[in-house]
């Protein structure tokens, strides 16, 4: 170093280029999957072409996840995935069909298991695919959801699935 602080103006334009590579990015992968969503109707892109920028720019992932991904564990994911939706959208049908389906509303709390970031962010989301479950407040502690019916038995699957998605993820590198 020549004590210049050029290393420090490296390191801040670096980061700065990596944030918007990644939002270029994001815009890109957006706009694929509203193409994909709305068919490619060109009509829908003056108002998609605002949410696409704003969810780029906004960045609803949580960063900061330096573990990386297991391909196993994705994979063996997909069943349990794909059990999930099913299994909601049979539960919706039922109550649908069958009115006085009996409901014992709570607010239930979950300690986490699984590391900050983007593991937590990816069980909140799947938590929402859980028959009769909503996601209502994440805090450092815990998630918070709201469950219509059977809290004792929504705890055992939150747990299950919590296992799921931490059998998706390496852990984080040591801070040496």
Sequence with gaps: MDGSGGGLRENHAGAARARWSGRVLRVAAY????????EGDPGAWWWGVPAILAAAWFNPFAPGWTGGWRIRGIITFVPVFLFFSLRSALDVAWRAVHPRCPLEPALLDYPWALPAGTPRLLFANLVNLMPGTLCVRISEQAITLHVLARPGRTQ?????????????????PPND
């Design 156 to 172: 055992d699957t939150l747990e299950r699935l919590e296992g799921h998605v931490m059998n998706m993820f390496r852990p984080e």
């Design 31 to 38: 706009a694929g999957i509203w193409w994909i969503l709305t």
